[in-house]
């Protein structure tokens, strides 16, 4: 809610932590509601006054609270909600958001620390700027209807059926390696909408040999005593 606060209440183990903390890391931020933020904020305001001098007039109560993530990823769910709602529930529109120093991150460190051949680290590189260039919204094709044009390398241009396709493409020889995990692991199809999840996993479960198994799970612990 806009105006609520974080469960913290004087006195308690959570509040001694949190007087002895001098930094706060919250990483994957872009997907998190800025209510989120800004109750926190509130909470720390109060919380601090014994700590901080003037703790209520300073963001976070003057604590430091380091965010990573990428806006060009994914940005909190509204349920039912227009671009104008998910932006609007971003940490970007948070009154917190003039507090911060935006650092960015252009070099990728793990792949450089990789010990992989210099065309395979070229390849991943290039990859990671088109992904970035697609994020900053550069890489589209028309504009206007929100086209974006993919390389050819990574494109599948001939097909009658399109979804026969695909997973010929990402599991070819499927009948001959389904049962090696090895080949399973190294492959997968995402798809936007777990409605076009569901079609595909009954199409390629319709391509195996043998019946299928539902295993169902609980989150119940089980208070059965066991005998031997």
């Not at 680290?121 to 990671?128: G, L, T, W």
């Not at 209807?145 to 499927?174: H, N, T």
């Not at 389904?178 to 080949?183: A, D, R, S």
Request: charged content about 25%.
């Amino acid at each position: 809610m806009a105006e609520s606060t974080c469960e913290i209440r004087h006195g308690t183990t959570l509040t001694k932590l949190l007087m002895k903390t001098s930094l706060i890391i919250w990483d994957e931020t872009p997907m998190a509601h800025k209510f989120c933020f800004e109750s926190l904020d509130r909470s720390l305001r109060d919380l601090y006054t014994t700590r901080f001098p003037n703790s209520n007039e300073k963001p976070f109560g003057g604590l430091i609270v380091v965010c990573g993530g990428d806006f060009r990823q994914i940005l909190p769910v509204v349920p039912k909600g227009t671009k104008g709602d998910i932006i609007d529930a971003s940490l970007s529109s948070s009154y917190l958001w003039p507090y911060f120093n935006v650092l960015k991150l252009n070099q990728n460190i793990r792949l450089y620390a990789r010990d992989i051949p210099e065309s395979e680290a070229c390849k991943i590189d290039s990859i990671d700027k088109r992904l970035l260039q697609l994020g900053d919204g550069s890489l589209y094709d028309d504009i206007q209807r929100e086209l974006i044009k993919l390389p050819s390398d990574i494109a599948l241009s001939q097909w009658e059926d399109p979804i026969q396709c695909m997973i010929q493409a990402v599991y070819p020889s499927l009948l001959d390696n389904f049962g090696n995990p090895t080949y399973l692991k190294e492959r997968a199809i995402l798809t936007p909408k777990n409605e076009m999840v569901h079609d595909l996993n009954n199409i390629i479960m319709n391509m195996l040999p043998g019946e299928g198994v539902n295993y169902l799970n609980s989150d119940n612990v089980c208070k059965a005593k066991c005998t031997n």
